[in-house]
């Protein structure tokens, strides 16, 4: 059965830190580019990190870049997304996502980011 696990989120105050993973049973994610989306209320989803297979290259939305991190551990069958100076426009939830169309999505943890 293919799944995805999303965890880590939860509340941090503006500058701060936390490192999503999302465990994937099912499929192996080396083999496979593996993405995080993000939803703010009210909007729509969109694209936050994407890691590919073979080489593992990342790519960035302009809102995240040098702020966020995607990686992922083969051993242990997880993808990650660190995430630092978090600010409040950060608000979500991250979604984990085989990368691609019919790929699956996880449940989604929800970040929220608040003095």
């Known amino acids: 059965q293919v799944q995805l696990v999303e965890s880590g989120g939860g509340l941090v105050q503006p500058g701060g830190s936390l490192r999503l993973s999302c465990a994937a049973s099912?499929?192996?994610?080396?083999?496979?580019?593996m993405s995080w989306y993000r939803q703010a209320p009210g909007k729509e989803r969109e694209l936050v990190a994407v890691i590919t297979s073979a080489g593992g290259s990342t790519s960035y939305a302009n809102s995240v870049k040098g702020r966020f991190t995607i990686s992922r551990d083969n051993a242990k069958n997880t993808v990650y997304l660190q995430m630092n100076s978090l600010n409040p426009k950060d608000t979500a939830v991250y979604y984990c996502h085989r990368h691609g169309p019919g790929g699956p999505w996880g449940q989604g943890t929800p970040v929220t980011v608040s003095s």
């Open positions: 099912g499929f192996t994610v080396s083999s496979y580019a």
